[in-house]
């Protein structure tokens, strides 16, 4: 089992659409959460961090569920510019500084 | 505030040249900094992380090697490039395990 499994999609919403992707992990004693968005032939840019009560960022919304060890972003009023591939981040617990990296859910927003 | 400077942007080499590509990072102190690559369509490979000047954890044997000469100075080189090296390699830092990464703009390597 990957440590870290995302849906590589595509999804293919219409603009306005609410979108929601999940991330499943396999260290129950996985640290911290992060979600990126990477645009095509470009660097991982920091979407945001997930904390355990749940936290919201304008139209985007991450909840962590540490029970069923997955992370989950949320995407309301989808806008074109929002096409990209998300990646889902973990940090393991104590012994390693190492983030795993999800492979990416690639969304594509349709006009 | 901190920025993370990377360097070339992109880069055509011939199989069995020399690589160095350089990173580095201002506005902070004794930054965890990382370098990944990247294949066409794939995900992130993590290749080498510092955690001080002069420590390098090595995460894939290749060729490749990397360097801290300075605090916030990252270097990825070889000494003879193969094929197999190509893709766009990523510089990244962070101040702890429970803080977010931060990537470099990325070098974009052909191999010829």
């Known amino acids: 089992r990957k440590e870290v499994e995302q849906d590589p999609g595509p999804f293919n919403v219409p603009e306005g659409a609410t979108v929601a992707f999940n991330c499943t992990y396999s260290n129950s004693a996985s640290q911290s959460f992060f979600w990126y968005r990477q645009d095509c032939r470009k660097e991982p840019k920091l979407l945001m961090s997930v904390y355990s009560s749940g936290n919201e960022d304008g139209r985007f919304t991450a909840q962590l569920n540490r029970a069923s060890q997955y992370i989950s972003l949320l995407i309301r009023d989808s806008k074109l510019s929002d096409s990209a591939t998300y990646l889902c981040v973990v940090t393991p617990t104590s012994g390693t500084y190492k983030y795993i990296f999800g492979t990416g859910t690639r969304l594509k927003v349709l006009a | 505030s901190q920025t993370i400077h990377q360097w070339p942007a992109t880069l055509v080499q011939p199989v069995g040249s020399p690589l160095s590509l350089e990173c580095t990072v201002e506005g902070t102190s004794n930054p965890n900094l990382y370098w990944y690559r990247q294949a066409a369509g794939r995900g992130l490979q993590l290749l080498f992380y510092?955690?001080?000047?002069?420590?390098i954890s090595s995460e894939v044997p290749q060729n490749l090697s990397a360097s801290r000469p300075q605090d916030r100075q990252f270097i990825l080189s070889s000494k003879k490039l193969l094929r197999s090296d190509s893709g766009f390699y990523l510089c990244a830092w962070s101040l702890g395990r429970d803080q977010p990464q931060h990537f470099g703009d990325g070098t974009r390597l052909s191999i010829l």
């Open positions: 510092s955690v001080g000047i002069g420590q």
